[in-house]
């Protein structure tokens, strides 16, 4: 049976296995979207789910701490996390949908889309690793951890192995899944466009 779909895909003519190439890469990067879909959908919903849990817990704290550096650092941590919940929502808003005209169009959306996550991934040290660890430390500071050195440099070190963790898994999901996925897409685009 393989031995028969190797002598029809050779007899066939490069029109033909250009279209046969085509139908391959668009099913292929049909599977890789729909992946990679899933994927930034649990990122977002575990962002979703420590922002639930992080309003709620500051907000206590905004209002039993007495420090006021810490009730200070409080509320701007809510709307830190306010401001992620937004910046993952708008990131959202480009995602193509499955009713386009043309699959090109379809395409060139995804493409879009791939390149705004991209984006919000390679500039997270600025939007989510600098303000969180800024935040936290002067919540810290605020509780009078000041006033002893040990227990200062244990949330300095925290902060910045978590912020050197985070910045390291996005770079690689960036290599790892977004930039092979948008070469994908440049492939198929060039195909579609430039069908000889």
Sequence with gaps: ME?????IWQSSSN??????EKSRLMLNLQTSLDEIH???QYRDLREYIAIGIVIPVFAYYA????NLLSKVASFLIIGYALFVALKLRNAKKCKPSAFTETYLEYLHKSKEYLLHQKQLLDSVIYWYILPGIILTMLFALG????????PILKVAIANVVIAISIYYLNKQAVRKELVPRLSKIDELIRLMENPS
């Design 38 to 40: 899933k994927k930034i």
């Design 63 to 66: 209002y039993s701490v007495p």
């Design 143 to 150: 509780l009078g951890v000041t006033d002893r050195l040990k």
């Design 15 to 20: 029109q033909e296995r250009i279209k046969f």
């Design 3 to 7: 031995e028969e779909l190797i002598k």
